[in-house]
């Protein structure tokens, strides 16, 4: 029985010796040299990703464990005057394939910088995400993601206008925390099969535009209740419905619907919704 139990401690040791083996540990610095502003283009495959802001003097620090026979990445940067390029592409290498995102080890930790105004374009395969944008000075936002499971947070008011979120999901798990943080415009969110969490409350200033598409799929959505709001709806069948609670809400027109305060106020929600086949639920909390 003893040497049994050494033959299987010596297996899981070079087992894990020659997983560590093939996984490589890096981080990556990017450094402004004259912009002022920030744009970038993320290109990722499948794997885990976080992003948050930071108090740092650098446009990023990006930390990355990966397996590098299945993977490879370039990152590359450049300035034209007050503007900084930074592009990110990270693939498969070609003599490799995964069924599964959860059997690679691909993980990417990016801190970006909370001292420069920056706009991000992110294309992201399968994925689990914890993506914190409070605290970055962001001006546009763009999301195109696969299979993803995971959340979207503003858990600082941005100081910046942000003139527009775009998300595009797949079959997704979602769950999108402040998004009045954002201090959006427009606000684009076109989703497919899943489910989907919208908690739009936070800092508001000036009037903000919302679209909601869900294909097939449910989506709970928060308002703020001290922020006046219209909701505008392509109605139900029976095979969708979209559901107030608010007995505030009136009917002004067809499919349409305002609280009382809504016609005089300055900052102020706008709320389109359409569900091809599944369910919206409207909530409103402080």
């Known amino acids: 029985m003893q040497r049994l139990l050494i033959f299987i401690a010596i297996v899981i040791l070079v087992v894990s010796s020659v997983f560590a083996g093939r996984l490589e540990r890096v981080r990556e610095i990017v450094t402004a040299k004259d912009a002022q502003i920030i744009e970038i283009e993320c290109d990722l495959a499948a794997g885990e990703f976080t992003i948050k802001s930071g108090d740092i003097e650098e446009i990023a620090r990006i ?25 990110i592409d990270m693939d498969h290498r070609k003599n490799r394939s995964f069924k599964d995102f959860d059997d690679l080890e691909n993980n990417w930790d990016i801190v970006l910088s909370d001292k420069f105004e920056i706009s991000i374009n992110l294309d992201i395969g399968a994925c689990k995400a914890d993506f914190d944008f409070g605290g970055i000075r962001l001006t546009d936002l763009d999301i195109d993601v696969g299979a993803a499971s ?83 709806t392509e109605g139900c069948n029976w095979l969708s419905s979209i559901d107030f609670h608010n007995d505030d809400l009136d009917e002004v027109d067809d499919d349409i619907y305002e609280t009382e305060d809504f016609d005089d106020a300055k900052t102020r929600i706008v709320l389109r919704l359409e569900v091809g086949l599944g369910s919206i639920d409207v909530y409103w909390k402080r």
């Not at 397996?67 to 390029?85: L, N, S, T, V």
């Not at 076109?190 to 000036?206: E, L």
Request: proline share 3%; net charge negative; no cysteine.
């Open 63 to 87: 930390d990355i464990e990966y397996d590098k026979r299945a993977i490879e990445y370039e990152i590359d940067y450049r300035e034209r005057g007050k503007k900084g390029y930074l592009f």
């Open 150 to 232: 995971g959340v979207i947070d503003f858990s600082e008011p941005n100081k910046s206008r942000l003139r527009e979120i775009n998300i595009d999901a797949g079959a997704s798990s979602l769950e999108m925390r402040n998004l009045g943080n954002a201090n959006f415009e427009y606000f684009e969110f076109s989703g497919g099969v899943g489910s989907y969490d919208f908690d739009f409350r936070g800092k508001y200033s000036g009037e903000s535009k919302i679209n909601i598409e869900i294909g097939l799929g449910t989506g709970d959505i928060i308002l703020p209740r001290d922020v006046p709001v219209r909701v505008e």
